[in-house]
């Protein structure tokens, strides 16, 4: 599985911005799905996770409310809505396909390049 991450660019603190992960290959409706942020200097830390259906999700406590997850097993693509961002938010995203549902990152097989978000306040 190839994944590549877009979406990411320059928003004003407030504002919204949705990223995008796009995989190849036929099999993508097999894998759970997760989203990750390593900013400059940081550890890379979980966001948010679906399950290959779509019906679940799960979130870090920074981003709940505000982050939304989802999934287009028709397009083989991932989704990340980022609302009401914050300069915390700032980061570069990375998307991650496995098999399990999980926020622990071992346990993704595959990752995308990243995406890098800015957040000006």
């Known amino acids: 599985v190839q994944l590549q991450a877009s979406g990411g660019g320059l928003v004003q603190a407030g504002g919204s911005l949705r990223l995008s992960c796009a995989a190849s290959?036929?099999?993508?409706?097999?894998?759970?799905m997760g989203w990750f942020r390593q900013a400059p200097g940081k550890e890379r830390e979980f966001v948010a996770t679906?399950?290959?259906?779509?019906?679940?999700?799960y979130y870090a406590g920074s981003v709940k409310g505000r982050f939304t997850i989802s999934r287009d097993n028709a397009k083989n693509t991932v989704y990340l809505q980022m609302n009401s961002l914050k300069p915390e938010d700032a980061a570069v995203y990375y998307c991650?396909?496995?098999?399990?549902?999980?926020?622990?990152?071992?346990?993704?097989?595959?990752w995308g390049q990243g995406t890098e978000v800015t957040v000006s306040s």
């Open positions: 991650a396909s496995g098999q399990r549902f999980t926020t622990n990152e071992n346990l993704y097989d595959y």
């Open positions: 290959g036929r099999t993508f409706s097999s894998y759970d």
């Open positions: 679906i399950t290959r259906s779509g019906q679940n999700t």
